[in-house]
Structure formats: C-alpha cells, structure tokens
C-alpha cells in the first residue's frame, strides 16, 4: 500500500511516499480502506517534533509512529477474531490517537476507536470530524460545561476546531461569539455564530459583553485579555494554540501552565483541554452530523502524494476549516 512516512523531524519535505505492506489487523482490530484522512495542527506538530518538549512521548530524533496523520474515514476491509460491533463493508470514521497512520491506503486501528460514519456525509467530510469534532464537543461540553443561555466566546472560530465549535455551542443553546480575520466573518456566522468579531479590526479583550465561557483557541493572547471578558464565574478553556515560528522548546504549553499555576488564585475557573479519541464522542459527532447539527467544512482536499503541501498550507496559521487528503 501507499502511505506517508518520516523517518527524522523536518519541514515537509521529510515526508515521503512509500510503498509498505497492508498491515493486518490483531484479534482486537479492524483493516480499514482509508477514503479520506484530514489534517489537523497536530500534525505538523508531530512532523516537526515541535515544541521539543513533546518529543518525550513523541520519540528523541524522529517521530515513532512512521506513517503520519489521524483522522480517517473509509471502509472495514476485515476485521481481527475479537472483533464484535464492526463488520467488513461498514462504512466507518475515527481518529488513530498518537499511534497515527491515516495518510496511507489502508489502517488497522483497535475496534473501540471507530465508529459507523455519518451516513449523511461523504467520506471527506467524516474524515473532517474526529479530532477537532472531539476537541471542539468536550472543550465546551465537557470542561466548559455549557449549559443552554450560557454566553460563549472562540478564539479561532475559523479554524478546524473554531468552525466545529461554533455549530456545537449552538447545539448546545449557547449565544456565541466567533472570533477570526475579515475574510472569515461571513464564514463564521453563517455557522451560526450570532456575534463576529474581527481581530483585525477590533480587540475582542475590550469588547463589553461578558462570556460564561471562553474556549481559547489560538494562544495569541494573554490570561489577563481572556479572562477580561468571562464572568467573575466564568470558565477559560485552554487548548494550546501556537504557530511554527522556527521551533520552540515549549510552545503552547507555557500558557497552559501559567493558566493552571493561577487557577487555584482567581474566581474564574481556568481549565485546560486534551482531547482524547473514542468511539462514544464518536457517537456523539454522528447524531448531531445526522441532526443536521453539524457539518464540517472543507477549505481544500489534495491527493494523497501531496501530503507535503497540504502539511505546508496549514501551519501557515490561515487555513479555513478543515484540510481534506482523499485516499
Ligand atoms: N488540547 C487538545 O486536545 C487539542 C486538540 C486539537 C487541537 N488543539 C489545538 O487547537 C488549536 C486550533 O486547532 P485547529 O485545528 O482549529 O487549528 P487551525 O485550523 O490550524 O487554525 C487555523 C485558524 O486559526 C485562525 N487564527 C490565526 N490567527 C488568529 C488570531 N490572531 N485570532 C483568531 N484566530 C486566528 C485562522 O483564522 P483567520 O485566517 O481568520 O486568522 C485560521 O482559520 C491548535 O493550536 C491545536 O494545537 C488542541
């Protein structure tokens, strides 16, 4: 099979097409035909092996996992002995976590972090949902705890987790504040944010309305600007955020630690996010994806063998929406 593989962190160019063998799935796994894949910021983060810090889990002087990417969509192929809920021909969608593997014709992964794919989206679109979908549904549902008629502002609202999040904290009956650059306000609202901010022309950290929960996800401002428009009570979720500006020790991590060395101080909840995949959130995507609740959107798709230039495009900091690779 094709795939894309590094075997030393670098700029795009250490990615590389290869030839290797179609894996076989385990008792516990599934062989999925991979259809799409998506990019997320991950991704050049682990291509990068940057900040540096993360090259502790991630591996000292190359990425352990060979074949990059995590989001997937396509079609069971076989499945492994154990393997009870998933059936060969079952279209299905997931994210492979740290083991990575999605840029790459075929994928095994363990049968818990697969679910059946929206059946009203394309394959693309379902690629376009794991990471960020869970991202975006447990910063606001679950550390944030929006509840309906909370207030909720995003920074980055354009973004591949902004644009899920928006439609999400509506789901959710949240008013909502989209924060991004003048040429994605319309984008942005027609999600269904009901306020659009500009950065480029106004500060949201002076704005006068005041947000139950701010769900941060750019790491351009300080904690004092964020919590300067949350409640006395409100909640400050943390993502990590951060551009490649020619490789950091600690990159988005700084700002996570300050929030969480000031938590135990201030009124204000600050809570930090790490998004974990699984079948459950998983679930979750579908029924709001099958609700008409959430549609992903699709800024560019490339084919598989330019990875490299899809990779190039995103940590250029402005990508709209989601990156697409059809398989
Ligand atoms: N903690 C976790 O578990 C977790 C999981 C997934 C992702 N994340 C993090 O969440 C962050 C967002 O991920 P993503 O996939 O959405 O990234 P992304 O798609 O690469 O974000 C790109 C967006 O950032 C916006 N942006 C750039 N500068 C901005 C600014 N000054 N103010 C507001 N928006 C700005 C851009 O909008 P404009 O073009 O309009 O400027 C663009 O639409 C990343 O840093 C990622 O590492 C964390």
Not at 63 to 75: E, I, W
């Amino acid at each position: 099979m094709k795939a894309i593989v590094q075997d030393r962190y670098g700029p795009p160019e250490t990615l590389t097409l290869a030839e290797l063998d179609t894996p076989v799935p385990a008792a516990d796994e599934v062989l999925v035909r991979v259809e799409a894949a998506a990019l997320n910021a991950y991704d050049w983060h682990a291509m990068r092996g940057d900040p540096r810090l993360a090259r502790l889990t991630m591996g000292r002087s190359a990425p352990r996992a060979r074949v990059r990417g995590r989001d997937f969509a396509g079609r069971v192929e076989a499945v492994g002995a154990g393997v009870r809920q998933v059936r060969p021909g079952d279209a299905v969608f997931g994210d492979l976590g740290e083991a990575n593997g999605a840029f790459a014709e075929y994928v095994c992964v363990p049968e818990t972090l697969v679910a059946a794919a929206p059946a009203n989206l394309t394959a693309q679109q379902a690629a376009a949902l794991p990471l960020a979908g869970v991202t975006a549904l447990l910063g606001l549902r679950d550390v944030g705890q929006v509840e309906p008629g909370h207030r909720v502002l995003i920074n980055g609202a354009s973004g591949g987790v902004g644009t899920l999040a928006v439609q999400l904290a509506k789901a959710l009956g949240a008013t909502v504040t989209g924060v991004c650059s003048t040429r994605n306000v319309d984008l942005v609202r027609s999600l269904g944010a009901d306020h659009v901010v500009d950065y480029t022309r106004e500060d949201f950290a002076r704005d006068a309305r005041r947000h139950d929960v701010v769900l941060d996800l750019v790491g351009n401002r300080s904690l004092t600007a964020l919590r300067r428009v949350l409640t006395p009570t409100g909640t400050l979720v943390l993502s990590g955020g951060g551009v490649y500006r020619g490789g950091s020790l600690v990159g988005p991590v700084w700002l996570i630690a300050r929030g969480r060395l000031l938590a135990p101080f201030v009124r204000q909840r600050i809570a930090t996010l790490a998004a974990a995949p699984g079948r459950q959130h998983l679930d979750t995507l579908r029924a709001h994806a099958e609700a008409g609740r959430l549609t992903p959107v699709i800024d560019r798709t490339y084919p598989l063998h330019e990875v490299p230039e899809a990779i190039r495009y995103l940590e250029g900091e402005h990508a709209r929406a989601k990156v697409v690779i059809s398989v």
